[in-house]
T-cell receptor, first 113, second 118 residues
Framework: DTGVSQDPRHKITKRGQNVTFRCDPI?????LYWYRQTLGQGPEFLTY????????KSRLLSDRFSAERPKGSFSTLEIQRTEQGDSAMYLC???????????FGPGTRLTVT | DQQVKQNSPSLSVQEGRISILNCDYT??????FLWYKKYPAEGPTFLIS?????DKNEDGRFTVFLNKSAKHLSLHIVPSQPGDSAVYFC?????????????????FGQGTILTVHP
């Protein structure tokens, strides 16, 4: 199976700790997106990479959030000094040039206690 | 501001009947629309899409209709099956953003919970 993968699937952390999530997109997809989903809502856009360049960031992405895609392949999303409001499902998606359909990974469920 | 709205939080349908899920949008820059299905603890799964140059797209039991003048789209599932029970999200994208480049981020509705009863 060559779908989008995310690691870890679940993360429980204490408030104030740093966490890092990883996303491996579909191999031929050069465009990668991060979204956040909270209960009862649809996914909300966080940030977008085209190859290794981060081209768009949502205003939802505070200074505590940083994302990278160092070699244009996998991506990481780091949250520093986590807060309870960061508890959510973090979703990664990828797509290829010329197509608008995005394919999502299974998500990382973050719980901040 | 909610640029994509799914006004029905839930829909209950009998197996074999038609399911119709609705979606409205406000941003006239949106010109590509997608439907996703989501099971609990999984990521959204792409179902079907439609470009604004079309008013209908069909894939097996799934048909999406787009009414640009009304800024409304709908997903029809015929016949509905119990395995279709899930949360359905409508999403929209602008092929070109205001700067003339294409980033393709998706703006989602709140979702509709579909339950298909045997």
């Amino acid at each position: 199976d060559t779908g989008v993968s995310q690691d870890p699937r679940h993360k429980i952390t204490k408030r104030g700790q740093n966490v890092t999530f990883r996303c491996d997109p579909i191999s031929e997809h050069n465009r990668l997106y991060w979204y956040r989903q909270t209960l009862g809502q649809g996914p909300e856009f966080l940030t977008y990479f085209q190859n290794e360049a981060q081209l768009e960031k949502s205003r939802l992405l505070s200074d505590r959030f940083s994302a990278e895609r160092p070699k244009g392949s996998f991506s990481t999303l780091e949250i520093q000094r986590t807060e309870q409001g960061d508890s959510a499902m973090y979703l990664c998606a990828s797509r290829r040039d010329g197509f608008f359909e995005q394919y999502f990974g299974p998500g990382t469920r973050l719980t901040v206690t | 501001d909610q640029q994509v709205k799914q006004n029905s939080p839930s829909l209950s349908v009998q197996e074999g009947r038609i399911s119709i899920l609705n979606c409205d949008y406000t941003n006239s820059m949106f010109d590509y629309f997608l439907w996703y299905k989501k099971y609990p603890a999984e990521g959204p799964t792409f179902l079907i899409s439609i470009s604004s140059i079309k008013d209908k797209n069909e894939d097996g039991r799934f048909t999406v209709f787009l009414n640009k003048s009304a800024k409304h789209l709908s997903l029809h599932i015929v016949p509905s099956q119990p395995g279709d029970s899930a949360v359905y999200f409508c999403a929209a994208s602008a092929v070109l953003n205001a700067g003339g480049t294409s980033y393709g981020k998706l703006t989602f509705g709140q979702g509709t919970i579909l339950t298909v009863h045997p």
